[in-house]
């Protein structure tokens, strides 16, 4: 671990005031042990409500920790990880004030000690010592296992077997077994433990890519494909280890494929039976991807059977629901149809299912991409007449794009405007700007949708509710209005709507931010009304984002030589949110640090 990376202000910076002093007490308590300071990283055991496992590391400079806790879990630097970093740190050697160490020798490292001893033993000793570890730890075992089997085969000349390595295939079948066996269900804790099992043996697996036991490769990544993908069903693989392992075994396969050559035919079926049935299809078996193992005849005899399959399928109908056999059918369909370039059979087999909107849009960027502009169009005109009420915005961006490129200006600026309604909002006011602009007619558009919007903002504050305007009666239009005008950059058009309805704190927070320079009385205003906001949810890191604009403010009226403003303000808060023990703790800080200064 590099030197100083590890502070009580780092430890403090990264966990904040209140899980350091949780950290500080379980480091008290004697609750670190099994501390452990290797180049990397540093590793310890934390026993509290259980035993937490905790490693400290450099990344890229920086501190970061890893906890088995849930606290950690949710991405936060826990107080487990604090603990450890205190206790590190009470290791390290004193250093005199003139910056040399105090103790004359170097700080104790057990694995230089250890790779000390075991480089004067001889092998015997080295042996000994292996196995005897072997016996009480799996993994080492399965690890040396299938070594040995690879030894074996290679001492045999390629044929599985050999002085004291017994059938490779047989073993690595049985270690695939054994690493892909699943008791229950799998979370994403332990799922790094079942990845690190299967990255074992497809190391193993991987030495096997030679002409010699290529075909066995074969075999063996298929066979081991199969098993990983339906484990994974009852795996929780959100970090991707797992799926990161069976892509590889299918770099592996393709690879293998390729030295050893075998049977088209019965490759094609094996290749159509995996891209058809594996649960989650992360390695892709179609004939593209194939096609040099395959020959013509493989990819031939592939395409055979896939067609068949699907002059089986009905035309889709959305009240039937999702059909995964047909999905994949037909997305092996595109995809040969893709690779031959014939587009004339890639659109019968898109139009297929026209269900929803956005197979037209799809349908329409294929024409648009063989540069058939009329036949793209013509698409894209019919999933919009196919779909009036709320089709896939897509469509209208492609239709508007289009409409912009022939001067059909008044067909683009309708479809923007139907966007802006059904749902108006920065993103939909914005895409007006650019075809409004676009035409020469940006000032009178915005001063229609600045109208409509303050149009339901009255209506809004006349029925004293938003519900009664579809289609998104959640609608906040004044935050909408004061999100404009920061867009816009008009800082007095901002304040104006903050100040005429409720609005969104993360738009006050920012307001204020840009009024701090020239209006530092209304920015004080704006974070006071935040505050209450934060404090009311009664949440820690709500908590701490009240406190960083409180002392905004205090540094506000401080740079005004407003003390007796803070003052007063800061005992306001006190006896408002008394009860809330945490936030007070928290505000005296601000108190204490507010009367040094």
């Known amino acids: 671990m590099e030197k100083g990376l590890i502070t009580r202000a780092a430890l403090q910076r990264l966990a904040g005031a209140a899980v350091f002093r949780r950290g500080e007490e379980y480091f008290s308590a004697g609750a670190v042990c099994r501390l452990r300071d290797a180049a990397e990283k540093i590793s310890a055991r934390v026993d509290g409500s259980e035993a937490y496992q905790v490693v400290l590391r450099d990344e890229g400079g920086d501190l970061d920790g890893d906890c088995t806790c849930p606290h950690a879990a949710d991405g936060n630097f ?49 042996a000994g010592l292996l196995l005897d570890v072997a016996e009480r730890d799996d993994r080492l075992y399965q690890s040396l296992l299938l070594k040995a089997g690879q030894a074996g085969f290679d001492k045999g000349g390629g044929k599985g077997s050999g002085a004291g ?27 790094s433990s079942f990845a690190h099992n299967i990255e074992q043996v497809t190391g193993a697996m991987a030495e096997l890519l030679a002409p010699s036991s290529a075909a066995m490769l ?28 069976v892509y590889r075994l299918g770099e592996l396969h393709l690879k293998a494929c390729g030295m050893a050559r075998p049977d088209p035919l019965r490759l094609a079926e094996r290749l159509l039976r995996f891209e058809t049935t594996l649960p989650f299809s992360l390695c892709s078996f179609d004939p ?18 896939v067609q068949a399959e699907w002059h089986k399928l009905k035309p889709h109908d959305a009240r039937q629901g999702y059909d995964a056999h047909a999905a994949t059918i037909t997305r092996i369909m595109e995809r040969m149809a893709e690779a031959s370039g014939d587009i ?10 026209l269900s929803a909107s956005y197979r037209y849009i799809e349908i329409a960027e294929i024409w648009h991409k063989a540069r058939q502009a009329d036949k793209s169009l013509e698409w894209a005109e019919r999933g919009l007449k196919a ?32 966007q802006f309604e059904e749902r108006a909002c920065l993103d939909y ?57 920061l867009w816009e950059k008009d800082n007095d058009a901002a304040w104006t709507a903050a100040n005429q309805g409720e609005c969104s704190q993360h738009l006050l927070i920012a307001l204020a931010g840009l009024l701090e320079a020239t209006r530092p009385d209304d920015a004080v205003d704006l974070y006071r009304r935040v505050v209450p906001r934060l404090v009311g949810a009664t949440d820690n890191a709500a908590y701490a984002e009240a406190i960083k604009l409180i002392r905004k403010v205090a540094r506000l009226l401080g740079a005004q030589q407003q003390t007796r403003q803070l003052g007063d303000y800061l005992a306001e808060l006190r006896t408002r949110f008394k009860p809330k023990r945490n936030f007070i703790k928290l505000l005296d800080e601000v108190a204490r640090d507010n009367a040094e200064a």
């Open 78 to 126: 826990c107080k487990h990880c604090v603990a450890v970093g205190l206790a590190w740190l009470a290791n390290q050697p004193a250093v005199a004030k003139s910056g040399t160490v105090a103790a004359k020798r170097a700080r104790h490292d057990p694995w230089l000690e250890i790779k000390a001893y075991l480089t004067t033993q001889p092998a015997e000793t080295l």
């Open 288 to 305: 593209v991807t194939y096609s040099d193992v395959l020959g013509k005849t493989g990819v031939e005899h592939y395409r055979q059977r």
């Open 429 to 485: 006011y914005k895409k007006l700007h650019g075809v409004a602009r676009r035409i020469g007619l940006w000032a009178a558009q915005r001063e229609r949708a600045l109208a409509w919007l303050a149009e339901r903002i009255a209506c809004a504050a006349a029925s004293k509710t938003t519900a009664r305007w579809p289609p998104q009666p959640s609608n906040n239009f004044h935050s909408l209005r004061v999100e404009i005008a």
């Open 165 to 191: 390595g017994g059938n490779v295939l047989k073993t690595l079948r049985r270690a695939i077994d054994e690493a892909t066996r699943v008791r229950g269900f799998i979370g994403w804790r332990e799922a």
């Open 387 to 418: 779909f009036p009420k709320l089709p896939d915005n897509r469509l209208r961006d492609f239709l508007v794009a289009v409409y912009l490129k022939r001067k059909r200006n008044d067909e683009a600026l309708q479809l923007t405007w139907i």
């Open 218 to 245: 074969v075999e063996l990544t298929e066979y081991a494909i199969e098993r990983v993908e339906n484990a994974l069903e009852q795996i929780d693989d959100s970090n991707g280890e797992t799926g990161d392992i």
């Open 344 to 353: 004339d059979e890639l659109v019968v087999i898109k139009s297929r299912d």
